[in-house]
C-alpha cells in the first residue's frame, strides 16, 4: 500500500507478584521500558509461549495500515513494509532490542540480537530536522514478538509550496481507510477514529483537542470497557490554522491487547527473576569464616 499522495502521509526491577497490578497502572509507553538498546543484526526469533487468548476481536485480521506497516507482524515484515511506503527522504533507524534474561536486562553491554532472550521492542524512523517520525512497537515476551502499536506523526512547515487543506486531508484518508466511525472537531484538532471489527467495544473514546499520540490509552480505567472486549483503533489528529493542516499524527492499537501483553510481561519477567535468584540461592554453599 502507498502512503498518502499528499506526501505528507506521518523495565523493569525485581517486583513481587503481589505489586505487578499496581505498577501496570503507572505503565508507559513500551519505548521507555528498561534495558532498550540499538541493534543492526536481522535474526529476530525469540522463543514465545504465546500470549494470554483473552482478547475477544482477532488484530491480526485488521487491514489497516500505516505507511504499510500493519498490527501483527513480524520485525522483518514491519521493516519491509516501512522501507516500501515511507517518503523518501524519512531515514530508518535501527532495530532496538531487549531482555529479559536476569543476567542482561540491565541494558549494559547493550542488547543485540544475540544476546540471550533478546526481542525486538521497537522500529523507528525519521525525516530531516524530526519533521517526521514513525514509530513501531512490538510485543514483550510471552507473547509472540509482533507489532503492538504504530504511532506516526509529521509536521508541515507553513513555508512549504506542498500545503493541504483540512477538508482535502480529511478526505485523503477516507479515501484509504473508509468512512470514521468517529469524527471530533475541538479548538484547532481534527479528530477521526475507526475501530475494527465495527460490533467491537469501543475503547478509546475521543479526548477532545488532543493529539492522536495521547488516544487510546491502555489504562483500563480509560477504556470503558472490559480489556478483552476492545476494537482495535485507528485515531488520527489533524492540527490546523487558517483550515491548512500544519501537524498530523495517526495511531493503530487495540488498547484491550496491549494491556494484557503489558501485564503478562511483567509477570514473566518477575517469574524469570524470582528463579534466577532462587538459583543463585541454591549455589550460595560457601562456608563462612567464623
Not at 505528507?8 to 519505548?31: E, K, P, R
Not at 487491514?63 to 515511507?86: C, F, Q, S
Not at 483500563?220 to 493542516?245: Q, R, W
Amino acid at each position: 500500500m502507498k502512503h498518502l499522495s499528499v506526501k505528507s502521509t506521518f523495565s523493569i526491577a525485581a517486583f513481587s507478584i503481589a505489586a505487578l497490578s499496581v505498577l501496570l497502572m503507572s505503565c508507559g509507553d513500551g519505548s521507555k521500558d528498561a534495558a532498550e538498546s540499538s541493534g543492526n543484526s536481522e535474526n529476530t526469533s525469540v522463543a514465545s509461549t504465546g500470549a494470554p487468548a483473552a482478547l475477544e476481536a482477532d488484530v491480526a485480521a485488521v487491514e489497516a495500515d500505516i505507511l504499510g506497516v500493519r498490527l501483527g507482524m513480524t520485525p522483518d515484515e514491519a521493516e519491509a513494509a516501512l522501507n516500501e511506503n515511507k517518503p523518501d527522504n524519512v531515514r530508518l533507524l535501527p532495530r532496538t532490542w531487549s531482555s529479559f534474561d536476569p543476567d542482561h536486562s540491565s541494558g549494559w553491554p547493550p542488547i543485540k540480537a544475540d544476546t540471550p532472550g533478546a526481542f525486538v521492542t521497537g522500529l523507528r524512523a525519521i525525516g530531516p530536522g524530526n519533521t517526521h517520525e514513525i514509530q513501531i512497537s512490538f510485543a514483550k515476551p510471552p507473547a509472540d514478538n509482533l507489532v503492538e502499536s504504530i504511532y506516526r506523526k509529521e509536521h508541515y512547515s507553513s513555508l512549504s509550496d506542498r500545503q493541504t487543506s483540512l477538508e482535502v486531508y480529511r478526505q485523503f484518508l477516507i479515501d484509504k481507510y473508509g468512512p470514521p466511525t468517529e469524527e471530533d472537531k475541538a479548538g484547532a484538532i481534527l479528530l477521526l477514529k475507526w475501530l475494527y471489527p465495527s460490533g467491537a467495544a469501543d475503547c478509546a473514546p475521543l479526548k477532545s483537542n488532543l493529539p492522536a499520540k495521547r488516544q487510546a490509552s491502555s489504562y483500563p480505567d480509560d477504556m470503558g470497557h472490559p480489556p478483552e472486549k476492545c476494537a482495535t483503533a485507528l485515531i488520527y489528529s489533524l492540527t490546523f490554522n487558517g483550515g491548512i493542516v500544519n501537524n498530523m499524527e495517526a495511531k493503530l492499537v487495540n488498547p484491550g491487547q496491549e494491556y494484557f501483553h503489558r501485564k503478562a510481561a511483567m509477570a514473566y519477567q518477575a517469574d524469570l527473576r524470582r528463579k534466577a535468584e532462587e538459583a543463585k540461592r541454591q549455589k550460595a554453599t560457601n562456608a563462612p569464616d567464623l
